[in-house]
């Protein structure tokens, strides 16, 4: 595929569309589950308190019955959760360059430059900051809107209801921890086989990086495709602070494959081989203080 540019433009409008087809499988998914259970319950409870009507048999009645509506604010009002999420909002819109974030969110509005090429997505802010993510960061999927579609990437087991219930975010996960490509409609018109393209990049991408004994000259040739615009070619080493998103992952096994010594600190799935990579894992900033200071001294 030949290299495409455009610009992405994304107001408040839009930008709901784009989170809404990144999560709106999870936030079903938990919906339903949270209708499934405490809808019976709330009809159970009900007749408990029809039958023996306590103060205490009325707070289960009460509970079950928010329960159930949440669960279906999850299937069908998705968009309610922007109430406790107002700093992902502003955190989104300040890293794609905008500046005035005391402004009403009605009112903002961002445009950025992406590049499409065959190795994967390059975005170009405002700011001057550049990020780029490889093809396999994607799951293939994507969601159509008027404005355009949503390429959607993947966040692992970010988006798993069970993994999330059995851990403590559960009710504060980190929503859009890569980024979602944006294509404008007008892009998808001027090529008419761009999205056919796309997913087969992302699939051969997934395939040929999934593999361990990729040949040298393509690593390479990805490596370099990275390293023109991150820091990990001119650093002496890499501080990874968990827990952290899948780009941040990828720019951490850039530098590890660039020879960097690399460090973490935070929790961390002990399970996930990735992590191997990291020469320590500092559990706490005390101990990466300690390090730090002893590190200092042996290079007096």
């Known amino acids: 595929m030949n290299d495409i540019e455009y610009k992405a433009k994304v107001d408040f409008e839009r930008f709901k569309n784009l989170f809404l087809a990144q999560n709106k499988n999870y936030f079903r998914k938990l919906g339903s589950l949270c209708s499934i ?6 009809i159970l409870f009900v007749i408990m308190f029809v039958g023996k009507p306590t103060g205490e048999n009325f707070l289960y009645v009460l509970v079950s019955l928010l329960l159930t509506i949440l669960g279906l604010l999850f299937i069908f009002k998705p968009f309610f959760v922007f109430y406790t999420r107002r700093n992902l909002v502003t955190k989104w819109f300040y890293f794609h360059g905008l500046k005035d974030l005391k402004q009403d969110f ?21 700011s001057g900051n550049e990020v780029r993510f490889p093809w396999f960061t994607f799951t293939g999927k ?5 404005e355009g579609v949503y390429f ?42 761009l999205l056919e393209d796309i997913k087969k990049l992302i699939e051969e991408s997934r395939k040929k990086y999934k593999n361990r004994k ?10 370099k495709w990275l390293e023109s615009v991150n820091g990990e070619k001119n650093s002496k080493n890499l501080l990874l602070v968990l827990p952290a ?24 799935e002990a399970t996930d081989t990735l992590y191997n990579i990291f020469d320590k894992i500092f559990s706490n900033e005390i101990e990466l203080e300690d390090f730090l200071r002893k590190y200092s001294k042996s290079l007096i």
């Not at 009112?107 to 997505?121: A, F, N, R, T």
């Not at 530098?255 to 010594?261: E, H, M, P």
């Open 142 to 146: 994507y969601v159509e809107f008027p």
């Open 214 to 223: 990729i040949p040298e000259e393509e690593k390479q040739e990805l490596l």
């Open 152 to 193: 959607i990437y993947d966040d692992g087991k970010n988006s798993s209801v069970f993994y999330n219930m059995l851990g403590v975010n559960y009710l504060f996960r980190e929503e859009l921890q890569g980024e979602t490509l944006f294509i404008e409609k007008d892009v998808l018109d001027k090529n008419p086989n």
């Open 106 to 126: 009605k009112e903002y509005k961002i445009e950025y430059d992406v590049i499409l090429s065959k190795l994967g997505v390059t975005e170009k802010f405002v």
């Open 37 to 42: 259970i405490f809808i019976p319950l709330t």
């Open 245 to 268: 998103g899948k780009a941040a992952h990828i720019e951490s096994g850039i530098a590890f494959g660039l020879g960097k010594k690399c460090y973490a600190i935070g929790e961390y």
